[in-house]
């Protein structure tokens, strides 16, 4: 065994342990599957919706297998939390502005990823400013 307690190990099943070549699967897995679920999630923070919800889901898969995951979604969850209580003593103007900064965020990617020319595109609107300098 690798000297982890029992506490260490819950979320490992039993067979994760029976021989090294189970164990190096389990880890792979593992860092597979959280590493997919935290980078969708670090792309979808700027947009409504769950994206701090997907990276913390992210962390915490990550977290069963990796001890630096559980730091990092230790310290993540400090400072959403502190950013979150920041952000509620701020007055209506501060908030606003963090607002469209997140707007203004949710609209470059959409037209970097040349969404509004696909859509425009459906309605036959061809303005060359519309496409994506990157895939248009």
């Known amino acids: 065994m690798s000297g982890r307690t029992e506490e260490d ?3 490992r099943p039993d067979w994760a342990d ?11 897995g593992v860092g597979i599957v959280g590493a997919a679920v ?16 997907v ?3 992210g962390l915490a898969i990550l977290a ?7 730091r990092v979604l230790d310290y993540a969850r400090g400072k959403y939390d502190a950013w ?6 701020q007055n209506i103007v501060v908030r606003l502005l963090v607002l469209a900064l997140t707007g203004l965020i ?7 990823l040349n969404v509004f020319a696909l859509v425009g595109g ?4 061809e303005w060359p400013w519309l496409a994506s300098p990157i895939f248009g």
Not at 65 to 70: D, H, L, S, T
């Open 9 to 11: 190990r819950s979320f």
């Open 18 to 28: 029976r021989s090294r070549t189970t164990r190096l699967v389990w880890r792979v």
């Open 38 to 53: 935290l980078i969708t999630g670090i792309i979808l923070v700027p947009y409504p919706g769950p994206g701090w919800l």
């Open 55 to 57: 990276v913390f889901a």
């Open 64 to 70: 069963v297998e990796f001890p630096w995951a559980r």
């Open 84 to 89: 979150v209580a920041w952000l509620k003593r």
């Open 106 to 112: 949710v609209l470059v990617t959409l037209w970097l």
């Open 122 to 125: 459906w309605f036959g609107i």
